[in-house]
């Protein structure tokens, strides 16, 4: 009986260790980091170039290619230091975008509130969040020149938006939890209309 009640229980951890192996390499692999930022000023507009790692987690993957739409924000903040007084938003935005896999035509789709692209593959989809590219996110007639700006970056996935389901396991596995830290870049527009780092 003892040997047939230590059966069960070994098998009971093999299969809650196949259960989460996956999450677990996922933790220890997973770097989500925006690796670089680089504002720049040209015709009459700050744009926003930027490096991010993304990686989804196996559950994410899974629900994805079942057609569970994922939601992914671009936050952006902006300010300018003043000694005599607190310091002044400039920018504070955001933007979004939507991937989505259509399981009937097999395509991937992925966008924002300007457009929407077909792609192949999920990984050509996260491209578009890995490598954000001209970004407009302001008027430098809004920028003083001269004055050190402080910026910071982050990505995360918007939980909210989730289908009802998956926002409870959202809440309750950190296997749905995807953000990246905040990346502190500065800058300061030039007279030319140039920035300098």
Not at 91 to 116: C, I, K, M, P, S
């Amino acid at each position: 009986m003892t040997h047939r009640y230590l059966s069960v229980v070994l098998l009971l951890c093999l299969s809650l260790l196949a259960h989460f192996a996956p999450s677990v390499a996922y933790a220890q692999e997973a770097r989500n980091e925006v690796v670089s930022v680089e504002p720049v000023a040209r015709d009459g507009k700050l744009y926003l170039d930027a490096n991010i790692d993304l990686t989804l987690s196996p559950e994410l993957r899974t629900a994805a290619e079942k057609g569970v739409p994922l939601y992914f924000v671009a936050e952006l903040q902006i300010v300018s230091s003043r000694s005599w007084w607190f310091d002044k938003t400039v920018v504070d935005t955001q933007r979004t975008y939507r991937v989505f896999y259509n399981v009937l035509t097999r395509q991937w789709r992925v966008g924002n509130n300007e457009f929407a692209l077909p792609l192949a593959s999920l990984d050509e989809a996260l491209s578009f969040m890995r490598n954000i590219r001209g970004w407009a996110v302001a008027e430098t007639s809004e920028l003083d020149t001269g004055v050190n700006y402080d910026g910071r970056l982050r990505l995360r996935l918007d939980t909210t938006r989730l289908p009802r389901p998956f926002q409870i396991d959202a809440y309750n596995s950190s296997a749905w939890t995807l953000a990246t830290p905040w990346k502190n870049f500065q800058f300061e527009i030039l007279d030319d209309e140039q920035t300098a780092s």
